[in-house]
């Protein structure tokens, strides 16, 4: 019996949460997909809206992976090391695209739930699998803390996503379609 054995259950849910939330973003997407959009929306979608798909995709591939009859942990390790790796790099490109963009001022919340929180998961990641062959326990709860994180990360951007259009997006459509 592997290490990842009493983690079945956990990324057997977690996986299944990110993949219908993976579902939803697309359902919302399509929902708000008639309203009026500026000439920077592709950036602001770039910044905010991709980002969340990432770390859904991320959780529901690490879980995956996780749940695969692994022989040992090191292959493993290398995985979600690599996904970690790649998952700090992706910050700091949407950190990049955060500030670059026009569409929308971003506030602290905003660089907390995008960049830094993403980070520190991602970051984790890949200490976990640096941290791997003298501690696989506490890696293994690394991993765990880092996908729930970028789960709850995504759950929190798609709702601020979704408030902000209903709340801000759509009054100003409205407005302008009462002046005209």
């Known amino acids: 019996m592997t290490a990842l054995a009493g ?45 969340t798909v990432v770390h859904f995709g991320t959780v529901l591939l690490l879980s995956a992976a996780l749940c695969a009859p692994w022989r040992g942990i090191g292959g493993a390790a290398l995985l979600w090391g690599l996904l970690g790796v790649g998952g700090v790099a992706y910050t700091i490109i949407v950190a990049w695209r955060m500030q670059t963009q026009t569409a929308y001022q971003p506030e602290f919340e905003d660089w907390l739930f995008h960049a830094l929180l993403p980070f520190a998961a991602y970051a984790i990641l890949a200490l976990a699998a640096y941290g ?23 759950i929190h951007n798609a709702w601020d996503a979704v408030t902000y259009h209903i709340f801000v997006t759509k009054p100003r459509q409205q407005e302008v379609e009462r002046r005209n």
């Open 7 to 51: 983690w079945q259950n956990f990324y057997v849910i977690v996986g299944s949460s990110a993949g219908a939330l993976i579902g939803l973003q697309f359902v919302v997407m399509t929902l708000i997909s008639n309203m009026p959009r500026g000439p920077s929306s592709a950036q602001a979608g770039n910044a905010f809206a991709t980002p």
């Open 132 to 154: 791997t062959r003298a501690h696989v326990h506490v890696a293994l709860f690394g991993v765990g803390a880092a996908a729930l994180l970028l789960l709850f990360i995504g």
